[in-house]
């Protein structure tokens, strides 16, 4: 069992990948289960060893100011982007993935947004509004069967979906207690993306994908990232790299087969288990099926940070 807010879900999966791939196990089941309704907070709150008991901060993980907002104006800072310009930058990411959601019958949120509705949307953390560029707070689940291609095909099954590269970064948060880390940017995303393209065998450090899934609990979090795994270029002269390429049927949707989270659940476990790329690697996405993924080579390459 592991707790790792949003990649508690693919460290799962990492998990039962290796206990089989290292005969452990012949078959494994990876869950990533959230129940989060009954926390009584609207984020997640942090457990801290308090003087004399436990204390909880609403306000020190991810969702809240101490984190994500400072990654938003960290970027603007580093890069010299106004505000209003990365708002929309934003608002793009967002209206591309709720749209995306609105196609999805298991999104948690599926109706479309605008950018004008992102761009008028209420503060509630310097830059960041919260009713449109963040993932809601929900419920959910999700589990994938691993076992090697052999069981598998002595049990029946014919369309098989193997993993090419899965990688995770940690770091104990040194970064963060001097200068050498501006905070504009995921760090151990970085070592991570390094490490599965390595491992993938993927020598072009700006590969072309036919399907991608970004993390992006806040919309900030997709655009920073896609920099972070070398698919979009770093801003430069105060303008952030257009986002065109992500919107579906474009050279790098990401997110195109799903919502996004900002669209289907919080950025909890449940995530870092896509049951939606499963379904579009085997070409069962339905409406919402990308021309290529189900006729291209069904791997999977995986880069989480935490």
Request: proline letters at 5%.
């Amino acid at each position: 069992m592991s707790e790792n807010f949003c990649a508690s879900g693919s460290e799962a999966f990492r998990g039962a990948v290796y206990a089989v791939a290292a005969w452990s196990v012949h078959i494994a089941l990876a869950l990533g289960v959230e129940k989060l309704k009954d926390t009584g907070y609207g984020g997640l709150p942090a457990r801290e060893q308090g003087t004399l008991n436990y204390r909880l901060w609403e306000t020190r993980t991810a969702p809240r100011p101490a984190i994500l907002p400072q990654l938003a104006s960290a970027y603007r800072a580093k890069h010299k982007v106004s505000r209003d310009d990365l708002k929309r930058a934003i608002a793009h990411v967002s209206v591309k993935s709720h749209a995306n959601g609105a196609k999805n019958p298991k999104a948690h949120l599926q109706k479309p947004i605008t950018e004008e509705m992102c761009l008028k949307a209420p503060m509630i953390a310097e830059p960041l509004d919260g009713s449109s560029i963040a993932a809601g707070v929900s419920d959910g689940a999700a589990c994938a069967i691993v076992t090697t291609p052999e069981i598998a095909k002595n049990l029946g099954k014919t369309d098989l979906i193997t993993v090419k590269a899965l990688q995770l970064a940690l770091s104990n948060g040194l970064e963060s207690q001097h200068n050498s880390w501006d905070g504009s940017y995921f760090h151990t995303a970085r070592i991570a993306a390094r490490r599965a393209y390595e491992e993938a065998c993927i020598r072009n450090r700006v590969p072309r994908y036919s399907m991608m899934e970004v993390h992006d609990c806040f919309s900030i979090t997709e655009l920073v990232t896609m920099e972070d795994l070398h698919i979009s270029r770093e801003a430069r002269d105060g303008k952030t790299c257009s986002t065109d390429s992500t919107m579906p049927g474009a050279g790098c949707p990401a997110k195109s087969m799903v919502g996004s989270n900002a669209s289907d659940t919080r950025s909890a476990p449940a995530p870092g288990i896509s049951t939606e790329m499963y379904l579009q690697l085997l070409g069962r996405a339905g409406p919402r099926q990308l021309a290529s993924p189900g006729s291209a080579s069904r791997t999977i390459s995986v880069a989480r940070l935490r």
